[in-house]
């Protein structure tokens, strides 16, 4: 497992950008599969974005397709999301999620065996 940390949360009107991070420790994070999952109220938590080091293979969920994009800066052991052109709709805790190497990015919640705290995106109308 490895420790993760994000930041980069706050309140935005709509239309506006938001950059998320997620920091590690404890393990180099290009030995995990990464990914960004997030929950609203009353709401399961769905995947968003994911990113496999291996092929270097990244995927997006239709919602946020065109509109945000993960990456990462293995100097600085950080996985960003970058989010542009928010909605209302993408108003939720937004969870870091890293899980075992593997050549496709997985988008099932069970597959990643580290969490970290949440950060709260707030997008305004």
Do not use: H
């Amino acid at each position: 497992q490895v420790q993760l940390v994000e930041s980069g949360g706050g309140l935005v009107q709509a239309g506006g950008s938001l950059r998320l991070s997620c920091t590690a420790s404890g393990r180099t994070l290009s030995s995990f599969n990464m990914a960004w999952f997030r929950q609203a109220p009353g709401k399961e938590r769905e995947f968003v974005s994911g990113i496999s080091w291996l092929n270097y293979i990244t995927e997006y969920a239709d919602s946020v397709t065109g509109r945000f994009t993960i990456s990462g800066d293995s100097a600085k052991n950080t996985v960003f999301l970058q989010m542009n052109s928010l909605k209302p709709v993408d108003t939720a805790v937004y969870y870091c999620a890293g899980g075992p190497t593997a050549s496709v990015v997985v988008s099932n919640a069970r597959y990643y065996n580290s969490w970290g705290q949440g950060t709260q995106v707030t997008v305004s109308s």
